[in-house]
C-alpha cells in the first residue's frame, strides 16, 4: 500500500541538539509538506516542496531545515535555534492531479528536555 | 497571503441539535477547500472537499459545506449531532493554481453534550 512513513514516532532529545526527523513517500506525489501541531494552534506551516532540489519556508520556518534530494524523501532538522521544538510533527504529501487527495502521516512526537 | 480563520475555538452543542462550525479564508487567487475531522488520539480524516461545481459539498457522516466565494467562506453543517461527533475539525485551503501552500486553521473542538 502506499503511504507516508515518518520516524522515529517517538523521540527526546536534549537542549542545543539538532534532530532530523524522517519522512519518506512511496505515492510518487511532488508535494510535500512539514507542519507542527501545538493544542489550540492548529497544524501551522512549516516548510513545503513542490519539486525535487527545491522548497519554500511556510509560515514558521525559523529554527528548522530541510532538503529534498529525492522525490520520496523530505526530512526535517529542528536546530537549536528553534525556541520551542517540543512538538507533534507531521509529514503530509498531496496528489495535485485534480483528486487533491492529501495524504498525513503518522506524526512525530518530538520532546526537547 | 494566504490564511484560514476558524473563529471558535470550542462549540459545545447538545446531542441531536444542528452544528455549524465556522471557515473564513483569505486569498489572492482561487482555492480548494477542505474539512478534516481529528478524533481524539487519532490522526486527521477527510470530511468533505470542494474542488469545482456545486457550491453545496456533501461529505461523511451527515457533514455537509457549502462554499461561499463572496463571503469566502466554507462553513461546516450537520443537523443533528451525535456524541461521536465529539471531535476536532480543520478547515484548510489550497491554491487551484501554482503554489502549492497548503494552509490549516486553528481548529475548532466540537463537544457533543447529552
Known amino acids: 500500500d502506499g503511504g507516508i512513513t515518518q520516524s522515529p514516532k517517538y523521540l527526546f532529545r536534549k537542549e542545543g541538539q539538532n534532530v532530523t526527523l524522517s519522512c519518506e513517500q512511496n505515492?510518487?506525489?511532488?508535494?510535500m509538506y512539514w507542519y507542527r501541531q501545538d493544542p489550540g494552534q492548529g497544524l501551522r506551516l512549516i516548510y513545503y516542496?513542490?519539486?525535487?532540489?527545491?522548497?519554500q519556508k511556510g509560515d514558521i520556518a525559523e529554527g528548522y531545515s530541510v532538503s529534498r534530494e529525492k522525490k520520496e524523501s523530505f526530512p526535517l532538522t529542528v536546530t537549536s535555534a528553534q525556541k520551542n521544538p517540543t512538538a507533534f510533527y507531521l509529514c503530509?504529501?498531496?496528489?495535485?492531479?485534480?483528486?487533491?487527495?492529501?495524504?498525513f502521516g503518522e506524526g512525530s512526537w518530538l520532546t526537547v528536555v | 497571503a494566504q490564511s484560514v480563520t476558524q473563529l471558535d475555538s470550542q462549540v459545545p452543542v447538545f446531542e441531536e441539535a444542528p452544528v455549524e462550525l465556522r471557515c473564513n479564508y483569505s486569498?489572492?487567487?482561487?482555492?480548494?477547500l477542505f474539512w478534516y475531522v481529528q478524533y481524539p488520539n487519532q490522526g486527521l480524516q477527510l470530511l468533505l472537499k470542494y474542488l469545482s461545481g456545486s457550491t453545496l459539498v456533501k461529505g461523511i457522516n451527515g457533514f455537509e459545506a457549502e462554499f461561499n466565494k463572496s463571503q469566502t467562506s466554507f462553513h461546516l453543517r450537520k443537523p443533528s449531532v451525535h456524541i461521536s461527533d465529539t471531535a476536532e475539525y480543520f478547515c484548510a485551503v489550497r491554491p487551484t493554481g501554482g503554489g502549492n501552500k497548503l494552509t490549516f486553521g486553528t481548529g475548532t473542538q466540537l463537544k457533543v453534550e447529552l
Open positions: 505515492l510518487n506525489h511532488d508535494a
Open positions: 486569498s489572492s487567487v482561487s482555492v480548494y
Open positions: 516542496s513542490q519539486i525535487v532540489n527545491d522548497f
Open positions: 503530509v504529501a498531496v496528489d495535485t492531479s485534480p483528486g487533491n487527495t492529501i495524504y
